[in-house]
């Protein structure tokens, strides 16, 4: 599956903005799904999965409750709707498929990545 993410961009504290990552392939519906982000200097960090039927979600921690992650199976595409953004959100954005819904914390675990959308957050 090839993945490409857009929906990046430049907002103030407290705003939002939602991501979505456009899937190829008919198998999209098969895989698990996640978002991680990598602010410069730092390591790629999980942010939150979904699994193919959306039955099963997980979010990073500090993002519970701002963040939702959500996917529609027949158009092929995820979503990262982010709400009350904050100035360390600021990152590039990465989409990611794997086939099963484990370890989903963990970015090696996933085979396929998007290239990335830029999310900065103003203060």
């Known amino acids: 599956v090839q993945l490409q993410a857009c929906g990046g961009g430049l907002v103030q504290a407290r705003g939002s903005l939602r991501l979505s990552c456009a899937a190829s392939?008919?198998?999209?519906?098969?895989?698990?799904l996640g978002w991680f982000r990598q602010a410069p200097g730092k390591e790629r960090e999980f942010v939150a999965a979904?699994?193919?039927?959306?039955?099963?979600?997980d979010y990073l921690d500090s993002v519970k409750g701002r963040f939702t992650i959500s996917r529609d199976n027949a158009k092929n595409t995820l979503y990262l709707q982010m709400n009350s953004l904050k100035p360390e959100d600021t990152a590039v954005y990465f989409c990611?498929?794997?086939?099963?819904?484990?370890?989903?914390?963990?970015?090696?675990?996933?085979?396929?990545w998007g290239q990335g959308t830029v999310v900065t957050v103003s203060s």
């Open positions: 392939g008919r198998t999209f519906n098969r895989y698990t």
């Open positions: 990611a498929a794997k086939n099963l819904y484990s370890d989903v914390y963990y970015a090696r675990m996933y085979g396929y």
């Open positions: 979904i699994s193919w039927s959306g039955g099963s979600i």
